[in-house]
T-cell receptor, first 113, second 114 residues
């Protein structure tokens, strides 16, 4: 009964480094998404996926890549980290349509120095 | 495309007082509506949802919300708040046609004073 699992919980990167934030869900949800949360700006959608092999951009996709090779996993890649990407990142999943709402992971706090 | 506006960034209230957190949305099609709560240093938890049917929706922790289609609003209410309700609250909307893509408001920070 894990729900949505995000790793790592905390990460510090240097400018220009790359890394992958992991997200996995065990509820067989078709829809998965990544958000970033910044003070006063709520949650902004980065990328989303409606099924394996299908991804699309959200509101703030620049600087991030995603892929969806399986129903369970939806990793978020930062190819060259920038200080502007310092944020808290949340992964969320749901069915299509979202009758039961979204299930969120516990978040990854990323600092880029 | 859908959008969500939470009219108050912060709402201070006294314990046991009633509270209303306001949310307005914009969409040209039918929508699902949600309220989420985020306690300090935690993820988001679903408070309640409107899918269809009765416009008054009851959620967890004594909260309720009313869907008003003519005013495109989905305000959250609680008749008597407790210290433990201190949190940030997010309104969110998903269009029927959007395959579950959901857009969040900027959040309302509810602070309860003893």
């Amino acid at each position: 009964n894990a729900g949505v699992t995000q790793t790592p919980k905390f990460q510090v990167l240097k400018t220009g480094q790359s890394m992958t934030l992991q997200c996995a869900q065990d509820m067989n949800h078709e829809y998965m998404s990544w958000y970033r949360q910044d003070p006063g700006m709520g949650l902004r959608l980065i990328h989303y996926s409606v099924g394996a092999g299908i991804t699309d951009q959200g509101e703030v996709p620049n600087g991030y890549n995603v892929s969806r090779s399986t129903t369970e996993d939806f990793p978020l890649r930062l190819l060259s980290a920038a200080p502007s990407q310092t944020s808290v990142y949340f992964c969320a999943s749901t069915e299509i349509p979202p009758g039961n709402g979204y299930t969120f992971g516990s978040g990854t706090r990323l600092t880029v120095v | 495309a859908q959008s969500v506006t939470q009219l108050d960034s912060q709402v201070p209230v006294f314990e046991e007082a009633p509270v209303e957190l306001r949310c307005n949305y914009s969409s040209s099609v039918s929508v699902y509506l949600f309220w989420y709560v985020q306690y300090p240093n935690q993820g988001l938890q679903l408070l309640l949802k409107y899918l269809s049917g009765s416009t008054l929706v009851k959620g967890i922790n004594g909260f309720e919300a009313e869907f008003n289609k003519s005013q495109t609003s989905f305000h959250l209410r609680k008749p008597s708040v407790h210290i433990s309700d201190t949190a940030e609250y997010f309104c969110a909307v998903s269009e029927y046609s959007s395959a579950s893509k959901i857009i969040f408001g900027s959040g309302t920070r509810l602070s309860i004073r003893p």
